[in-house]
């Protein structure tokens, strides 16, 4: 489900589509912060009192940000379109079964990436190239639909995909 708002130079919500209006309520006026409301994947907000200003005064000219909205994970982006700011909200898939499904392999990967080893290390414990680390690792950012290693090990022990199994040994 995609939902769009539309934002003033001041922050305040100056229209949304009729999707925004059901999930967010009524934001005409109000600041986009407190009508979107969206926590990042570390559970800070993820949506700020300063964002339009700095979309506004030259800064990067689109914002992007991943984390929850009503319960649900969430992909945000919001760019500077003349002197309004566009921000597009991508309701993600919450459950696990509603992921591509990750191989044994990627989620081992995952899994010591999750404890803090780095990928020579991990290729050293499964003993496997690092090339191969890597193609195993940006196979399972794909599938999670994550920007980075960090972000893909966030979503995968959000969605509980990490849990050791007693037939995958490491």
């Known amino acids: 489900m995609l939902i ?8 305040r919500v100056v ?8 999930l967010l309520g009524l934001g ?17 907000p993820g949506c700020n009192p300063v964002c339009a200003r700095r979309l506004f005064e030259g800064g990067d000219p689109d914002h992007g940000e991943r984390g ?23 309701l993600l898939p919450l459950a696990p079964e509603a992921v ?8 081992q990967l995952l899994l010591l990436a999750a404890e803090g080893h780095t990928d020579p290390a991990i290729a050293t414990i499964c003993g ?3 090339e191969t680390v890597h193609s195993h690792l940006q196979k399972a950012r794909e599938k999670l ?10 979503w995968a022990l959000v969605l509980g995909l990490l849990d050791p199994e007693p037939d995958h040994p490491r």
Request: hydrophobic share 35%; net charge neutral.
């Open 128 to 130: 496997i190239s690092l």
């Open 100 to 107: 591509e499904p990750l191989t044994p392999r990627q989620r």
């Open 15 to 22: 229209a949304q589509s009729a999707r925004a209006d059901a």
């Open 68 to 90: 929850w909205l009503g319960g649900r994970p969430a992909r945000m982006q919001c760019s500077r379109a003349g002197e309004q700011i566009v921000c597009t909200i991508e």
């Open 145 to 154: 639909h994550a920007r980075s290693r960090t972000e893909a090990v966030a």
């Open 28 to 44: 005409h006026g109000r600041p986009c912060h407190e009508v979107v409301g969206m926590a990042g994947v570390d559970g800070l």
């Open 4 to 11: 769009s708002l539309i934002i003033d130079p001041d922050g």
